[in-house]
């Protein structure tokens, strides 16, 4: 749910940064292994790798076939998430090509505001002013994202959730997300918040690694 179980999961609020260096991995190869395991092998294995270091994302690995996986930090959740601020999240995700182009710029965005030490209400408004500026790219059709890891923790309630698939449209998309019955659902990352993104979930039914997962 790219970086963040729905807010009403969480059990515990975090009303203030953490340190920087809480958020990081020491280990380089293990938020590696952490960022592909979002997405089959078969992605993942020829993807761009991106690692979270004190200055912001750099490349860890270089990548093949257009994809890019990282792992998101709690900052990639909505803006009144109690879960926002937790050093704790990890969310390994994998960006398709055209998800790369115009979804993978807000987490830059957001990373680099949270590593200039900008508040949370700071951060929202520097976003509208850059998307009022046009400084953010539109949305790419067709972009989506995986996230099927079974090593994630999205927050202190639902840890690392189930595996899913993200769709990314226009908000005035309707695809019936949240009804009953539907398999889809309508998570509220950039839903006025203030991107203006529908980010459309849907269940994968296995980890990335092929094991069965849990139902909802």
Request: charged residues 20%; hydrophobic residues 40%; proline residues 10%.
């Amino acid at each position: 749910m790219s970086a963040a179980a729905p807010a009403q999961q969480a059990a515990t609020s975090y009303p203030r940064m953490a340190p920087l260096s809480q958020y990081l991995i020491s280990d380089r190869a293990k938020e590696i292994a952490l960022a592909r395991s979002a997405a089959p092998a078969s992605i993942s294995d020829q993807a761009t790798v991106l690692v979270l270091e004190p200055h912001g994302y750099v490349t860890a690995v270089e990548g093949k076939n257009g994809y890019v996986c990282a792992v998101e930090r709690g900052w990639m959740s909505p803006f009144d998430a109690p879960q926002f601020w937790d050093p704790k999240l990890r969310g390994p995700i994998c960006f398709n090509p055209e998800a790369v182009k115009s979804i993978l710029p807000m987490t830059y965005k957001r990373t680099a505001l949270v590593i200039a030490g900008r508040s949370k209400e700071e951060i929202k408004k520097d976003i509208e002013a850059a998307l009022a500026t046009k400084q953010l790219p539109p949305l790419a059709p067709g972009a989506m994202s995986y996230m099927m890891s079974k090593q994630g923790f999205l927050d202190d309630k639902a840890g690392h959730w189930i595996p899913h698939l993200m769709f990314y449209t226009a908000t005035n998309v309707d695809w019936g997300a949240d009804q009953t019955g539907s398999p889809i659902m309508l998570n509220p990352q950039f839903h006025g918040a203030p991107e203006p993104v529908n980010v459309f979930m849907i269940p994968a039914g296995k980890w990335s690694d092929g094991t069965p997962a849990p139902s909802m």
